[in-house]
């Protein structure tokens, strides 16, 4: 019995983990990706980047 206990917790452990470190690999991406946006705005001093993306995005969906 302690042996399935004790498995129990490593898998529930392990879920967590894997969870908050995809989070954070996701959230990661998502600032760099901003932080190119960004970028890209200030240099051409228009949000035209912004817009691109986003329609990108939409005709993605």
Do not use: N, W
């Not at 399935?4 to 760099?32: D, E, K, N």
């Not at 001093?45 to 005709?59: D, G, R, S």
């Amino acid at each position: 019995m302690v042996d399935v206990t004790s498995y129990c917790l490593i898998g529930v452990t392990c879920f967590c983990f894997g969870l908050i470190v995809s989070f954070q690999i996701a959230h990661i991406q998502y600032c760099r990706k901003l932080t190119i946006l960004v970028r890209r705005s200030i240099s051409t001093k228009t949000i035209a980047p912004v817009l691109a993306e986003y329609e990108t995005i939409k005709a993605k969906k």
